[in-house]
Structure formats: structure tokens, C-alpha cells
């Protein structure tokens, strides 16, 4: 199997050339094919030769796989910056601070970022899209799924900051959610939060990892 399957979009047009790049040298420091990642992650050598050339933009499920799939943490993918290395558990992001991940319905501001091996990431959405429809117009933004509904390992918990959103998920009939309601999920379970107004929602989300946390 060849490294790429398909050609890549012109650095300078493309919004996902960071994450891309990024995405292809650490596979490819790592001696890894793109069959080695999907056998890792779950995703299709296609899909991941699609976010290697910057076709598409990953949604967070697809992230969160192939950060995993290549053995990094989730923020090596979407930023480089300098980590803590010293055995420290605090992380203070400011206003303003952090990177941000888009697939253009939705905008996922990274928080904490510095920190490495965290069994949770904390990160401040923005929920542009009001419809299915939405999703399934912007193909190119994420990564060709047909239900609209993504899924990975965990739980989260997610908090209406302003704004409304709706709530799909599997086995559930959708739910509206106003500024400070609260849901916690299955990350396994097939979800999507879509705005409930005219306006943007900001909703304040923490993902676990999918391992046991050590409370105690």
C-alpha cells in the first residue's frame, strides 16, 4: 500500500495543512503504514491518508482514534507547543488561550492543553450547526459519515454555557438543553449536539479517555 491514496490540497489553500502535516510526519517518524494506524485506531487507511493530505477535517471521535492510533496525546495533533514535563497535575488556560480544532459545523477550543496523559480533556465548543442537513453538506469537513452520529470510547459531560443546543443520541429521543443544563453520556453511544436558536452555542464539554480514573 502506497503512503498516500490520495493527493494532497495545496498547503496555502488549506485550512487542515497543520494537523495534516503534523498527522503524517509523526506516522511516518514512527515507521508506522497507513494500515498499521487504521489497525491501531479503527479508521480506514483511506480516511487517514483523506486527513494526511488535508481533504478533510477529522471529526473529535476520529481525533481522539487517531491520536491514539499513533500513540500521541490528542493536543500533539491539532497544535505544537512545549509540554510540562515535571510530575505537576495543573494547568491554567486563559482567555483566549489553547488551540482550536474546526470542522466547520463545530469549533473545539482545547483546554489545559499543556498537560500530557490526562484521563480527561476539557474544551469549550461552539456549536455553529442547527440541522442534519448541515452536517451532511459539508462532507469535506468531516469524514463521510452516514448516521451524523460519532461515537469513541469514554464518557463526558457536556454544560450549556449560552445558547441552546439538541441533543441527538442512540436509543434516546433527541433533547433540548438551555444555558446551565447538564447531560452526561456514553461516549460509546452514537451523539451529536446541534443549536436549538437563531444562535451559536457555547457549551463547556470534558471527555474521559476510556480508562479507569484513579479517584482516590
Same mark, same amino acid.
Given at each position: 500500500?502506497?503512503?498516500?491514496?490520495?493527493?494532497?490540497?495545496?498547503?496555502?489553500?488549506?485550512?487542515?495543512?497543520?494537523?495534516?502535516?503534523?498527522?503524517?510526519?509523526?506516522?511516518?517518524?514512527?515507521?508506522?503504514?497507513?494500515?498499521?494506524?487504521?489497525?491501531?485506531?479503527?479508521?480506514?487507511?483511506?480516511?487517514?491518508?483523506?486527513?494526511?493530505?488535508?481533504?478533510?477535517?477529522?471529526?473529535?471521535?476520529?481525533?481522539?482514534?487517531?491520536?491514539?492510533?499513533?500513540?500521541?496525546?490528542?493536543?500533539?495533533?491539532?497544535?505544537?507547543?512545549?509540554?510540562?514535563?515535571?510530575?505537576? !497535575?495543573? +494547568?491554567?488556560?486563559?482567555?483566549?488561550?489553547?488551540? %482550536?480544532? $474546526?470542522? @466547520?459545523?463545530?469549533?473545539?477550543?482545547?483546554?489545559?492543553?499543556?498537560?500530557?496523559?490526562?484521563?480527561?480533556?476539557?474544551?469549550?465548543?461552539?456549536?455553529?450547526?442547527?440541522?442534519?442537513?448541515?452536517?451532511?453538506?459539508?462532507?469535506?469537513?468531516?469524514?463521510?459519515?452516514?448516521?451524523?452520529?460519532?461515537?469513541?470510547?469514554?464518557?463526558?459531560?457536556?454544560?450549556?454555557?449560552?445558547?441552546?443546543?439538541?441533543?441527538?443520541?442512540?436509543?434516546?429521543?433527541?433533547?433540548?438543553?438551555?444555558?446551565?443544563?447538564?447531560?452526561?453520556?456514553?461516549?460509546?453511544?452514537?451523539?451529536?449536539?446541534? !443549536?436549538? +436558536?437563531?444562535?451559536?452555542?457555547?457549551?463547556?464539554? %470534558?471527555? $474521559?479517555? @476510556?480508562?479507569?480514573?484513579?479517584?482516590?
Amino acid at each position: 500500500m502506497t503512503s498516500d491514496l490520495v493527493p494532497p490540497i495545496a498547503e496555502e489553500e488549506n485550512p487542515n495543512a497543520d494537523l495534516a502535516r503534523r498527522a503524517r510526519s509523526t506516522r511516518k517518524a514512527k515507521g508506522m503504514t497507513l494500515s498499521d494506524v487504521e489497525a491501531n485506531s479503527g479508521i480506514t487507511a483511506s480516511t487517514i491518508s483523506k486527513i494526511e493530505n488535508g481533504v478533510i477535517s477529522p471529526s473529535y471521535a476520529n481525533l481522539i482514534r487517531l491520536s491514539k492510533g499513533l500513540g500521541i496525546d490528542i493536543v500533539d495533533l491539532v497544535r505544537e507547543q512545549p509540554k510540562q514535563t515535571l510530575k505537576t !497535575r495543573r +494547568s491554567i488556560t486563559r482567555f483566549g488561550d489553547g488551540p %482550536v480544532h $474546526s470542522i @466547520g459545523t463545530h469549533d473545539y477550543h482545547l483546554l489545559c492543553s499543556d498537560l500530557t496523559s490526562k484521563k480527561m480533556q476539557p474544551m469549550l465548543a461552539r456549536i455553529h450547526a442547527q440541522s442534519m442537513h448541515e452536517l451532511k453538506a459539508k462532507p469535506q469537513m468531516t469524514d463521510g459519515n452516514e448516521s451524523q452520529l460519532f461515537s469513541h470510547q469514554g464518557e463526558e459531560v457536556l454544560f450549556v454555557h449560552s445558547g441552546e443546543v439538541i441533543l441527538h443520541t442512540e436509543h434516546y429521543a433527541p433533547v433540548h438543553l438551555a444555558a446551565g443544563d447538564c447531560a452526561y453520556i456514553d461516549s460509546s453511544m452514537g451523539h451529536i449536539c446541534l !443549536r436549538g +436558536s437563531d444562535e451559536d452555542a457555547f457549551v463547556f464539554w %470534558v471527555c $474521559s479517555d @476510556g480508562e479507569d480514573i484513579p479517584w482516590e
